[in-house]
């Protein structure tokens, strides 16, 4: 894994002022003891990259003080602000996660950019919360993981797991999934799973991601309402959540001019961390659904664990 070496740590007791280095900080779960922004939010502490200050110092012609953009620390070795939200930096027994990249610049109100004259940390500085508290100081090193979105698809067919005809939806799923993700820059593994329509063993697969904490899971086929349809009520009975705004758009809106469409009865919701997804068994029809929960994926698992997308 990146490894990034930790130039200053520095703190400030009042928020739009700079941080001044300090010998060490130590980390809570709200974040930098004695600092101005620790408390029990997402923004608890500050990381800039040495990376991002050389541009600015290029463009400024002049030297910036390790904290004067108020980052609690001060790294070097990658750009930081190529990370995204969920990804986690450690150091022995600490742990960050990244909850934000950049911010909102609030100008000449800010003393920073009053004294600078402008600031990276709105661009290119990310924000942390603790997961595991512990000591900082210069000279150790944060070791990078980026997120990995685990995604479990699964067909449900008693025709195609029999070998009676190629499952196709399953697939398209994938496809379409690898492609999103990859769009996104986002890290991401993918099992597929061919099943008959068996209520017993699409619980045990929905159990299993629950417990082993897959963040997607997307089923195909058994959303109608024929006598091996069941889909949806074995995913209902297991969702702590639902979210039915999705799938309601999703029916009224190609039901406008296809009423089968309207027979789905398909639904999406939150069982544990996982989002879950129940698509209808045609590729039609999971290219339409695929297209619209497309949207808001980053957004819902964001909203899951906790952080502000907005």
């Known amino acids: 894994m990146p490894k990034l070496s930790i130039i200053s740590v520095n703190k400030s007791t009042q928020k739009g002022t700079i941080k001044l280095p300090a010998d060490q900080i130590k980390l809570t779960q709200y974040g930098v003891a004695g600092d101005a922004h620790a408390g029990p939010w997402n923004r608890q502490v500050s990381l800039l990259g040495t990376e991002s200050i050389r541009k600015f110092e290029a463009d400024a012609r002049r ?14 070795g990658m750009e ?32 920073i950019y009053k004294e600078v004259g402008n600031c990276v940390m709105p661009k290119e500085g990310i924000f942390c919360r603790v997961l595991s508290p512990g000591i ?31 499952d196709r939806s399953g697939p398209r799923v994938t496809e379409l999934l690898e492609s999103h993700f990859t769009s996104l820059g986002f890290l991401h593994s993918i099992s597929g799973f061919l099943i008959p329509d068996d209520r017993q063993k699409l619980e045990e697969l929905l159990h299993k991601a629950k417990e082993e904490l897959v963040d997607f899971v997307f089923t195909t086929g058994g959303t109608g309402i024929g006598p091996r349809d069941f889909t949806p009520d074995v995913v209902g009975r297991l969702l702590d959540k639902e979210i039915p705004g999705i799938m309601e758009m999703i029916r009224m809106k190609y039901g406008t001019e296809k009423p089968a469409a309207l027979v789905s009865r398909s639904v999406a919701g939150v069982m544990g961390k996982s989002l879950v997804f129940t698509l209808p068994g045609s590729v039609r ?14 957004h819902l698992v ?3 664990h906790g952080l502000d997308s907005h």
């Open 63 to 76: 030297k910036v003080n390790h904290g004067e953009f108020a980052e609690n620390i001060t790294t070097t």
């Open 80 to 111: 930081i602000w190529a990370s995204h939200p969920l990804d986690r930096f450690t150091s022995g027994d600490i742990e960050l996660e990244v909850t934000q990249i950049g911010k909102e610049c609030h100008g000449t109100s800010c003393a």
């Open 136 to 166: 900082l100081t210069a000279g150790m090193e944060l070791e990078y993981h980026p997120k990995v979105f685990r995604i479990m698809v699964i067909t449900l067919s008693d025709r195609a797991s029999s070998g009676e005809y190629e």
């Open 285 to 298: 029809a999971v290219n339409e659904y695929m297209a619209e929960i497309s949207k808001s994926m980053t």
């Open 302 to 304: 964001y909203m899951l």
